[in-house]
T-cell receptor, first 114, second 115 residues
Framework: KNQVEQSPQSLIILEGKNCTLQ??????????LRWYKQDTGRGPVSLTI?????NTKSNGRYTATLDADTKQSSLHITASQLSDSASYIC?????????????FGAGTQVVVTP | ETGVTQTPRHLVMGMTNKKSLKCEQH?????MYWYKQSAKKPLELMFV???????ENNSVPSRFSPECPNSSHLFLHLHTLQPEDSALYLC??????????????FGPGTRLTVT
């Protein structure tokens, strides 16, 4: 079973609207959590990274939250734009992995329509 | 994408062909990775190289053979592949300092189709 679960698998939103993506993980002990954006035909690009002591991090219109107690994270997209259409991947790493092995979620495919 | 480059971007090969994927990083990193990304599945780590030494082989079939001649270049040699090997192959690099691995930067990937 994958240690990082994302929901929903996909969603369609109207341009200008907000949306929230969810990530639940079982990775332990926890080191950090990253959200990546992957455009079609491109490699993933990091949006935010949060450690245990951080519960929110923003990058422009993207805001990530982390609840290390419940092992949940969310990525909120504000005032969506067509360029936000992409796959958003939640990635968690553990302190026990000597070389920083990453646990990947399967991603949420977001489609922003005009 | 100038940080990590991959060639070719698209590749179609028959099951009896031999081909190679190339990755180059221009970020001064000392660790490089190969990942496989299949549709609607999480990225799967295949190989890790640290200072040209392979430190991880994630139970990858021998029809995939990595090569890391230096810390800036990484190859994935392919031979007698199966149709289920069709996927996006991503290369990444990062800095490693002892036991700590820092953020990984990904290339654009090679879309591989095995016919």
């Amino acid at each position: 079973k994958n240690q990082v679960e994302q929901s929903p698998q996909s969603l369609i939103i109207l341009e200008g609207k907000n949306c929230t993506l969810q990530c639940n993980y079982t990775v332990s002990p926890f080191s950090n959590l990253r959200w990546y954006k992957q455009d079609t035909g491109r490699g993933p690009v990091s949006l935010t990274i949060m450690t245990f002591s951080e519960n929110t991090k923003s990058n422009g219109r993207y805001t990530a939250t982390l609840d290390a107690d419940t092992k949940q994270s969310s990525l909120h997209i504000t005032a969506s734009q067509l360029s936000d259409s992409a796959s958003y991947i939640c990635v968690v790493s553990s302190t026990t992995d000597s070389w920083g092995k990453l646990q990947f979620g399967a991603g949420t495919q977001v489609v922003v329509t005009p | 994408e100038t940080g990590v480059t991959q060639t070719p971007r698209h590749l179609v090969m028959g099951m009896t062909n031999k081909k190679s994927l190339k990755c180059e990083q221009h970020l001064g990193h000392n660790a490089m990775y190969w990942y496989k990304q299949s549709a609607k599945k999480p990225l799967e780590l295949m190989f890790v190289y640290n200072f040209k030494e392979q430190t991880e082989n994630n139970s990858v079939p021998s029809r995939f053979s990595p090569e890391c001649p230096n810390s800036s270049h990484l190859f994935l040699h392919l031979h007698t592949l199966q149709p289920e090997d069709s996927a996006l192959y991503l290369c990444a690099s990062s800095h490693r300092d002892g036991k700590t691995s820092y953020e990984q930067y990904f290339g654009p990937g090679t879309r591989l189709t095995v016919t």
